[in-house]
Nanobody
């Protein structure tokens, strides 16, 4: 069993930055691919970013490419999402998720464990 706990959300003005963290329990964290997804009110949960178990490969949705950076620290069992140049359309609940094969995909259905989410609100 893996538990994921997100933190770092909040209210920020457009153009600002936030850093989300996702702390994982469980000794096999380093073998998991990890992803960030987000869900805005009335919308489907969508892919934001993913990272392979090695940390050497990251993937981003087109809407955040160049603004968001995902990283991981396997020693701390934590992944991060650095969000810069935030826009009002980035407002959503952000979820981290763990995928068991280490690949870090962009498909929601590949992820087995999910956190409870953290709210990010960007004001204009």
């Amino acid at each position: 069993q893996v538990q994921l706990v997100e933190s770092g959300g909040g209210l920020v003005q457009a153009g600002g930055s936030l850093r989300l963290s996702c702390a994982a329990s469980g000794r096999t964290f380093s073998s998991y691919g990890m992803g960030w997804f987000r869900q805005a009110p009335g919308k489907e949960r969508e892919f934001v970013a993913a990272i392979r178990w090695t940390g050497g490969n990251t993937y981003y949705a087109d809407s955040v490419k160049g603004r968001f950076t995902m990283s991981r620290d396997n020693a701390k069992s934590t992944v991060y999402l650095q969000m810069n140049s935030l826009k009002p359309e980035d407002t959503a609940v952000y979820y981290c998720a763990a995928e068991l094969y280490g690949l870090g995909t962009n498909s929601r259905s590949d992820y087995y464990y999910w956190g409870q989410g953290t709210q990010v609100t960007v004001s204009s």
